[in-house]
């Protein structure tokens, strides 16, 4: 059996774009002679629809959408197997269904629904969908398939040392005379994710004995980076066919003679984790409506990867950088990032706030007099450069990109409505340490448009005269250990100092500032999910709290 895994990028709520894009699919598939088209989880709303799904209309407009892709590829002798938002039949619960249908012949042959609802990390399917009571059989061109949807097919009892859910779709399906399994997806990246998926589909098919179609969406929506990275396997576990990273595929296997295409993935985690960045920075610029973009250019590591990325994402020629010198800025920050736009070939100003920041002192003299210098002074600098881009933003219609990292967003190391303005925090889930690497990544596919001397000089926001990051933090090969092992892996303080045997107090004091930064952090601009725990809508911790255990 030729099966085409059409490894699509969705746009939530484009219906009608969706169903295009689907039926083109389709056709080119059947030109390639395949016998069934398989697409990810939700190909017709895109994934995650959030809200949307709670407006009856848009459950309605899914049921039609459905029938219009049904009717488009009726004449292709074949198997259409895609995702949508379904109705539910059940007089109590949610109203709505994360389903997937087999259409052939201009109808809709078969529905599955969802059974496993992830309502953990990022998902939040138990909001808006109602399970699936049990999974049935479909005959996919003679053959019983198990189709599958997503975390359906992750809660295997031989894989998981815990398991969050009792039963096992999976295991039913193939109990009950299954000879394949199709399972659609929507799997969000993040780093080392894509060889967890490979090990969990591995798993079930050595102990079914039988071939498993994986296909998964591809594309940014919002926070979220979907890295396709589809394949096919053969009863021994054995991948046939892969499609591409990061971008949208087609390719074709035979379960019966165990080929298929092999498109290239990425095999290193980093470069996989800067193109993630670059395909979610130029979904979210492009399906918000947007063609250009700002940068402030300080001449430091996190701005340069910024507007390396953004490059990669839309275009030299979609690309400002502002440098915006201030009264403690060195000669060499401006030098660095006039070279580095030059090298990259976009648009650089100069917008100096140094009057700006004198005015607002002499304007405030009154108020503070009798007040030391302290760091109000410092943030009126980080505003006036946010003031200076969504000025810039407004009058041009382009984006503001933010430029802090992670590192620098967990413990508060940025300035409310200063350095955090703007639509998108591109590497806000990027460690300090991960900057440095990416930015080697960057410069070999930019010819070294980072000056070295961006490398090698200490960090520093350049508020106060010789001031550098290490003046209120550890250096960053100390810091980011512990932000992992506390935001990413939840341990206490405690067992944090005690595992990378540093000080208590040191410890503690960075949770801390983590804890107490919780509000910067839920009025930051959207950021993209790289890791396995980025803030936002996958950490939800309460602002007004005490716990720090």
Not at 164 to 179: H, I, N, Q, T, W
Not at 285 to 292: A, D, L, P, T, Y
Not at 341 to 354: D, K, N, P, Y
């Amino acid at each position: 059996m030729r099966i085409a895994l059409a490894q699509i990028n969705p746009t939530i709520g484009d219906l009608a774009g969706n169903v295009d894009r689907i039926t083109r699919f389709a056709k080119e598939a059947a030109s390639r002679d395949a016998e069934v088209v398989v697409f990810p989880e939700l190909s017709i709303p895109g994934y995650p629809p959030r809200d949307l799904v709670d407006k009856s209309s848009f459950v309605e407009a899914n049921e039609r959408a459905l029938q219009e892709v049904a009717t488009a590829t009726a004449g292709l002798n074949l198997s259409v197997i895609c995702g949508y938002v379904g109705r539910s039949e059940s007089e109590t619960g949610k109203r709505a269904m994360n389903s997937a249908a087999v259409l052939e012949g201009g109808e809709v042959r078969f529905r599955q629904s969802k059974m496993l609802l992830p309502n953990y990390d990022v998902f939040d399917e138990a909001r808006y969908f109602g399970p699936a009571e049990r999974g049935f059989l479909s005959s996919l061109r003679g053959r019983p398939m198990a189709l599958t949807i997503c975390e359906d097919a992750w809660n295997d009892r031989q894989y998981w040392k815990q398991r969050l859910y009792s039963r096992d779709p999976v295991e039913e399906l193939f109990g009950a005379g299954a000879e394949m399994m199709i399972c659609i997806n929507a799997s969000p990246y993040n780093m080392g994710k894509r060889s967890i998926r490979q090990a969990v589909y591995r798993a079930a098919a050595h102990r079914y004995a039988k071939p498993v179609v994986y296909v998964n969406q591809v594309g940014g929506n919002d926070q979220l980076v979907f890295d396709g990275s589809s394949f096919a396997m053969n009863a021994k576990g054995e991948i046939i066919a892969t499609a591409k990273s990061f971008a949208e595929d087609l390719v074709i296997c035979d379960i019966d003679l165990g080929t298929g295409d092999r498109h290239e993935q990425f095999t290193d985690e980093s470069e996989a984790a800067y193109e993630a960045l670059v395909l979610g920075t130029r979904d979210y610029i492009h399906k918000c409506g947007f063609s250009r973009v700002l940068i402030g250019l300080s001449g430091g590591i996190d701005s340069s990867l910024t507007a390396a990325i953004a490059v990669d994402a839309v275009g030299k020629e979609n690309v400002t950088g502002v440098g915006m010198p201030g009264p403690f800025s060195s000669d060499h920050s401006l030098a660095d990032a006039r070279e580095m736009a030059a090298r990259l070939g976009i648009r650089f100003e100069v917008v100096s706030i140094t009057g700006v920041c004198e005015r607002f002192e002499q304007e405030l003299a009154h108020v503070f007099q009798g007040m030391a210098r302290d760091v109000t002074e410092e943030n009126l600098q980080s505003r006036a450069r946010g003031v200076t881009l969504m000025a810039i933003s407004n009058k041009t219609g382009a984006l503001v990109l933010t430029t802090g990292n992670k590192s620098e967003l967990a413990v508060g190391y940025c300035t409310l409505y200063g350095d955090m303005c703007g639509g998108l925090a591109v590497i806000s889930d990027v460690p300090k340490t991960l900057v440095y690497e990416l930015s080697r990544i960057a410069n070999r596919r930019h010819n070294g448009a980072i000056p070295e001397s961006v490398f090698t000089k200490p960090p520093s926001a350049e508020l106060r005269p010789d001031q550098k990051d290490t003046d209120s933090l550890p250096p960053y090969e100390v810091l980011d250990p512990i932000l992992e092992a506390y935001i990413e892996q939840y341990q206490a303080p405690r067992e944090i100092a005690e595992t990378l045997k540093l000080p208590p107090d040191l410890v503690q004091g960075i949770v801390n500032k983590v804890d107490r930064n919780e509000y910067k952090r839920q009025q930051a601009a959207p950021g993209l999910k790289v890791t396995t725990k980025a803030f936002g809508i996958g950490r939800r911790m309460p602002i007004a709290q005490r716990y720090s255990g």
